[in-house]
């Protein structure tokens, strides 16, 4: 089987994922070429480690970059915690202001709190980056090569993290109008209330781009190791888990049909985790990849790979 589905002029939003050292980077550079002959196309990565630019053989920065050699392939890598001061900056005193007014801390104290990081809130960011493009750009796709599987569930978790923080901030909202209502007799609003409305609907349009079928995909990577399928199974259940739509896996580096004694013990060991994947996953799409004699790299090697691909 192969990709071809992911032709589909209403597909969107394309993530690839898995544990770390598949191929993850790989695949997307791939697809992201071949889908590119038709669409112009941006790709992202959210990997803290980021290796586009090695993919690619050239230097890939934080805003669109055009990839040499093509038409209409940009890509970009995301620094996440650039991604998360600039949000700090432009909401800071929002924020501030909220954990001022609705709490009996020292503005001193607010501003340490505030300073302090959130776990996986840099992951939220770079999600949130993603969306904001999608909503001022001109791409008709766009494809991410994201981090291995445990940051990867912490990106898209992004609507839960981000809905219970703001319903902390809005329940502090709520008592400082509640307290202003009772002694000022009137009812206010400011930029903090502007600043929670549209947290609220970044977190409604991020929700409903993940979870809408016609519009996006998860294409698993894996390899034909123990490992590779019990990570396979954990994060294709929390994709269920999430309403995150799922129907391609792509197994790689598999060994070819040689006459050498290692390589025929390698592909029998790898033809029984195959037919596992292949019985645990038997609704989903799987595309086999043979491991290549020479590393992927440069437009000319992906281009190969994208035509066994789709």
Known sequence: MALNELLNKHLQF?????????????M?????????KENKVLLFTTDPAPSLSDSF?????????????????????????????EFKKEYGSEILDILQQGTYLANEETEELFRLDIP??????SLK?????M??????????????TGHTLRLLMLPELLDNWIKFLAGLRWKYHAMVRQFAKEQRTDKADEFILEMKKTVKKVRTLLQNPEKTEFVVVTIAEKMGVSETEDLIRNLEHMHIPSRH?????????????????RRKTQERYIHEIKEKFSTHIITEVVLQPSEIQGIDS???????LF
């Open 14 to 26: 394309i993530m690839f994922g898995g544990k770390g050292g598949v191929g993850k980077t790989t």
């Open 28 to 36: 997307a550079s791939a697809a992201a070429l071949e889908l590119a």
């Open 57 to 85: 053989g050239q230097a890939i920065g934080s805003e669109p970059t055009a990839v040499a050699g093509t038409k209409n392939l940009f890509a970009m890598e995301i620094d996440a915690r650039k991604v998360l001061e």
């Open 120 to 125: 996986g809130l840099d992951e939220v960011m």
């Open 129 to 133: 980056k993603i969306t904001d493009f």
């Open 135 to 148: 909503e001022n750009s001109d791409y008709q796709q766009y494809i991410v090569d994201t981090a291995p």
């Open 249 to 265: 896996i792509i197994i790689n580096n598999i060994f070819p049909q040689e006459e050498t004694d290692f390589a025929r013990m």
């Open 302 to 308: 992906l281009q190969k790979l994208g035509a066994q």
